[in-house]
């Protein structure tokens, strides 16, 4: 009887452990500053360089029960169009979460055009040169019907960019050990074209010249520290 009363009371307080130290594991310190309000429309230009905005204009295909699960996720996001002199137009796509933990972070293109119905092609990395900061940005070929859509985007959390799931949940991981939980990015551009290799020079230098043009505090958001 005794042995049993203290098989419990070793029971109890190894439950009793596991939850302190869980507790005291969780990430606890957000990286970004939860009390400034990022407006993603203010921040980034209506027009920089070759570029300027074409409103009253609907390129962009998604569904209802997808926006509202990008509403949850994120804490602000962006949809515009541009278009240069010499008529090419761009899809623009930005979406900010200031808390990537497990179950709200960044869903990166592969993810939401799949959910949409897209078929998604991977096309291989490249860089974008910004000042200083080189960002890696991943191409994919996305088709729907007769939408054809190719997508260069960059995904950053806290002061990482990331390319791929693996990569993604790693920084998340190395952030929560350190008792930091990230802030979050994804920054996409897109064309409706069957030239992906035609469009993706076009999305770099476009993302290139955007990226020249920011603020102080804008470059923060899009690129980090």
Avoid at 171 to 198: F, K, M, N, W
């Amino acid at each position: 009887m005794a042995s049993s009363g203290l098989k419990n009371w070793l029971v109890l307080a190894l439950m009793v452990l596991c939850a302190s130290a869980a507790a005291w594991m969780s990430p606890k310190k957000f990286t970004s500053d939860q009390e400034q309000t990022v407006n993603l429309a203010e921040l980034v230009p209506r027009s920089f360089g070759d570029w300027t905005e074409l409103r009253h204009t609907s390129q962009q295909i998604i569904n209802p029960q997808l926006a509202a699960q990008l509403q949850a996720t994120y804490t602000e996001t962006l949809t515009r169009t541009y278009v240069n002199s010499s008529g090419e137009v761009v899809m623009l796509s930005i979406a900010y979460g200031a808390s990537q933990s497990r179950d709200l972070q960044v869903h990166r293109p592969e993810v939401c055009y799949t959910a949409q119905g897209f078929q998604v092609r991977p096309q291989g990395a490249n860089t974008i040169h910004a000042g200083t900061t080189t960002i890696p940005v991943q191409h994919l070929m996305t088709h729907l019907g007769q939408r054809h859509e190719p997508v260069t985007y960059w995904v950053r959390i806290g002061n990482q960019f990331v390319l791929g799931q693996f990569k993604q949940s790693l920084a998340r991981i190395r952030y929560g050990l350190s008792g930091q939980i990230p802030d979050g990015v994804l920054v996409r551009a897109s064309s409706i074209s069957q030239d992906a290799q035609a469009a993706y020079p076009v999305h770099q230098a476009f993302m290139q010249s955007m990226v020249g043009a920011l603020s102080s505090s804008a470059r923060l958001v899009l690129i980090g520290g």
